[in-house]
């Protein structure tokens, strides 16, 4: 909820760091042996469609179409299944607009408050969301949500321990437990938050989302302002009509 990767974001369709080195092995070798056709082509076309039909409306035909008539085979050649698609795209909007790494060249903010920042960029990013709202019903598929969460602790974790651990030295952060805080955050705000996964009116996701922003308070870790609030709301109330 706070970064899908969905803030993720990512929201929310992440893969596992095997599966990303596997990919971008492929992508040399899609170079010689299928020059025309590139796994960038592909998530682009994919992207599209995603947003424009949505990612349940969406075949690998329609993908294909869109590629210039290429067969199932040549996607099949880069990726396993449309859940891989809209995972590796996920992961690819996330390092393009990485909201961790845009924050930390910012010289004029104390950690806390790049915390906040990374939260409101992730809010920011329209298609990201849009695509991490129509990845949601994949957190259904058991192996999609394992995945889901090894890679918030391996990619998310890390990320938001920097930030903490920043905090801690400038003064803006005041805890004893900057890892369990960086590994209960991405937990917490891309799994219990999510009705998909815990069912709750949308008035309920509310009171949990405040109950999350006292707890980190009480923690020492007052992330969540009152405009986070806001923007969390309007999210919210867009996945509790999922």
């Given at each position: 909820?706070?970064l899908?990767?969905s803030?993720?974001?990512l929201?929310l369709?992440?893969?596992?760091h095997?599966?990303?080195?596997?990919?971008?092995?492929e992508?040399?070798?899609a170079?010689?042996?299928?020059?025309?056709?590139t796994?960038?082509?592909?998530?682009?076309?994919?992207?599209?469609?995603f947003?424009e039909?949505?990612?349940?409306n969406?075949?690998?035909?329609?993908?294909?179409d869109?590629?210039?008539?290429?067969?199932k085979?040549?996607?099949y050649?880069?990726?396993?299944?449309?859940e891989?698609i809209?995972?590796?795209?996920s992961?690819?909007l996330?390092?393009?607009?990485?909201?961790f790494?845009?924050?930390?060249?910012?010289?004029?903010?104390?950690?806390?408050?790049k915390?906040?920042?990374?939260?409101?960029?992730?809010?920011?990013n329209?298609q990201?969301?849009?695509l991490?709202?129509?990845?949601?019903p994949?957190?259904e598929?058991?192996?999609?949500?394992?995945?889901?969460?090894?890679?918030?602790?391996?990619?998310?974790?890390?990320?938001w321990?920097?930030?903490?651990?920043?905090?801690?030295?400038?003064?803006?952060?005041?805890t004893?437990?900057?890892?369990?805080?960086?590994?209960?955050?991405?937990l917490?705000?891309d799994?219990?938050?999510?009705?998909?996964?815990?069912?709750?009116?949308?008035?309920e996701?509310?009171?949990k989302?405040?109950?999350?922003?006292?707890?980190?308070?009480?923690m020492?870790?007052?992330?969540i302002?009152?405009?986070?609030?806001?923007l969390?709301?309007?999210?919210?109330?867009?996945?509790?009509?999922?």
């Amino acid at each position: 909820m706070l970064l899908n990767k969905s803030l993720t974001f990512l929201i929310l369709c992440s893969i596992i760091h095997t599966y990303r080195m596997n990919v971008l092995e492929e992508i040399k070798l899609a170079r010689n042996k299928y020059p025309e056709i590139t796994v960038e082509k592909i998530l682009e076309v994919a992207q599209q469609l995603f947003l424009e039909k949505g990612y349940e409306n969406t075949t690998i035909q329609d993908i294909v179409d869109e590629l210039g008539g290429l067969t199932k085979g040549a996607i099949y050649h880069h990726f396993k299944s449309k859940e891989d698609i809209i995972c590796a795209l996920s992961d690819k909007l996330f390092t393009e607009n990485n909201p961790f790494a845009i924050v930390k060249q910012r010289k004029d903010l104390n950690a806390l408050q790049k915390m906040r920042e990374a939260v409101k960029l992730n809010q920011q990013n329209t298609q990201e969301k849009q695509l991490n709202i129509e990845a949601l019903p994949l957190l259904e598929n058991p192996r999609v949500f394992v995945e889901m969460i090894k890679s918030n602790h391996q990619h998310l974790t890390p990320l938001w321990l920097d930030l903490i651990e920043e905090g801690i030295a400038d003064g803006s952060i005041q805890t004893d437990y900057p890892k369990e805080i960086a590994e209960l955050i991405p937990l917490l705000g891309d799994v219990w938050l999510y009705p998909n996964i815990f069912p709750a009116a949308e008035e309920e996701i509310v009171h949990k989302f405040l109950f999350f922003k006292e707890m980190l308070e009480k923690m020492g870790v007052p992330i969540i302002d009152d405009e986070l609030v806001e923007l969390v709301k309007v999210r919210l109330n867009q996945i509790s009509k999922l």
